[in-house]
């Protein structure tokens, strides 16, 4: 494989075969922690993006839906998701597995080939697998049952995210391996955002729209926090995609400067369309565009030019802007477009990006394939990457939610759900002038 130096796809292999006796890189190891800390600045961020946006009612129950995804997620890492995710393949590629890596106790003296700890990458790492199901929660805002998301979010990391976390990052996974050069999923389209875009639209399909919907007006109980939680993902997401380089040189700049531009354009885009579709151009619409435009850059990030990176901007915004005109059409409720921003958005950069691949890694796929690779086959693997990725997290995210409905109950019930989140399953109102005390 040659998605090495320039063109890393957040190299997993590394990670499976590292070298107790190589030699720290103290500048690549800075810009690693950096990176760590950024991702994780992204789950506040996202809690506070979705808290505005939801009922003054249910504002501290959507915000500890991402919050406790850290707590959750993270005791999961340690435990078996690094082993699962990183080790070499069992049960026929399903996922990895390398006892070595519970409890990251085979990681103690490790040094991996790029000089960082290997600790370094396993925490990076795994502030991924924390925001993935954090944003499947905002799907079905304001209606479920903490303690069912609770085990939703733990059976979910474990049986969609780890396999599809080995598939594409691990050196020995299916869609790594995939054609000549691999799928590209430079820092989570794949992964992240369309597995929990999916996810999101097939759990609210089966559990229903909330009570009132669409006929009741539920507006947003804050969009000042809204738009700082945008402004803090914009921030995070430097870490998110630039750090995905696990390096500090060219392609971490290329990454970077990817991500700023298709942020950019993405919030420019959505309040063109929406001043000319609706008269006038939203605080809302202008954050979405900046999200729509960094989920669309996430799988591309490390491979495409900043020209590149404006097109999918402006092509995701575009895209992701009708989805949602259409699930208003449809009626489904997809309480803060979950899917229609981060599924729509991770598919579209997914599968745009193989027009806009740089000469040179299309050079080097070319030479792994033994003579001439084109675009258009690039493209072949990129759609079956999308839609392995599609139908393994669709069909195994109706399984759980089912089974956990069936069983314990997912969905609020009727009373919990007009009373509100917060004060229902936490005791506690998020606003103090909501408090009768």
Request: aromatic share 12%; net charge negative; glycine share 14%.
């Amino acid at each position: 494989m040659l998605l090495v130096g320039s063109f890393l796809c957040i190299m997993p292999g590394t990670a499976v075969f590292a070298q107790d006796g190589a030699g720290i890189d103290t500048g690549i190891t800075a810009w690693m922690l950096t990176s760590t800390a950024l991702v994780l600045l992204m789950i506040p961020g996202l809690a506070m993006f979705y808290g505005g946006l939801v009922r003054s009612k249910n504002v501290l129950g959507t915000m500890m839906h991402s919050f406790t995804a850290m707590g959750i997620m993270t005791v999961l890492w340690v435990i078996c998701g690094y082993a699962m995710c990183f080790g070499p393949n069992v049960l026929w590629g399903w996922f990895g597995w390398n006892s070595e890596y519970l409890l990251l106790r085979g990681l103690d003296e490790a040094i991996m080939e790029e000089g960082i700890p290997e600790y370094v990458f396993s925490m990076f790492q795994g502030k991924f697998a924390i925001i993935t199901p954090a944003i499947i929660a905002g799907a079905f805002a304001e209606r479920v049952r903490f303690k069912s998301y609770c085990v939703f979010i733990a059976a979910w990391g474990l049986l969609v995210y780890n396999p599809l976390c080995h598939w594409v990052w691990a050196e020995d996974g299916y869609l790594f391996n995939m054609g000549a050069d691999g799928a590209i999923d430079f820092a989570g389209g794949t992964v992240v955002h369309i597995s929990a875009g999916v996810s999101g639209l097939v759990a609210v399909l089966y559990l229903g729209a909330r009570r009132g919907f669409p006929k009741s007006n539920m507006p947003p109980s804050n969009l000042t926090m809204t738009m700082i939680g945008g402004g803090l993902l914009w921030v995070g997401w430097f870490g998110f995609n630039a750090g995905s380089s696990v390096s500090s040189g060219l392609s971490t700049a290329q990454a970077l400067a990817a991500t700023q531009v298709a942020a950019a354009a993405g919030g420019l885009a959505w309040m063109i369309i929406e001043g000319w579709h609706q008269g006038k151009a939203t605080a809302l619409g202008f954050v979405s565009g900046i999200l729509a435009g960094l989920v669309a850059i996430t799988p591309a990030a490390g491979v495409v030019t900043p020209a590149g990176a404006l097109v999918l901007g402006v092509a995701a915004t575009a895209l992701c802007y009708l989805a949602i005109l259409l699930k208003n059409k449809l009626g489904y409720d997809d309480s803060l477009d979950a899917f229609g921003i981060h599924g729509v958005g991770g598919i579209v950069g997914a599968v745009l990006l193989t027009f806009f691949i740089r000469d040179s890694w299309m050079a080097d796929a070319a030479e792994a394939a033994g003579g001439s690779w084109t675009i258009w086959q690039q493209f072949g693997v990129q759609v079956a990457a999308v839609l392995i990725a599609i139908v393994y997290a669709g069909v195994l995210t109706y399984i759980l939610v089912v089974i956990i409905e069936k069983t314990m109950g997912f969905r609020s019930t009727p009373e919990k759900e007009m009373q509100g989140l917060d004060i229902a399953y936490h005791g506690e109102h998020g606003y103090g002038m909501l408090n009768p005390n």
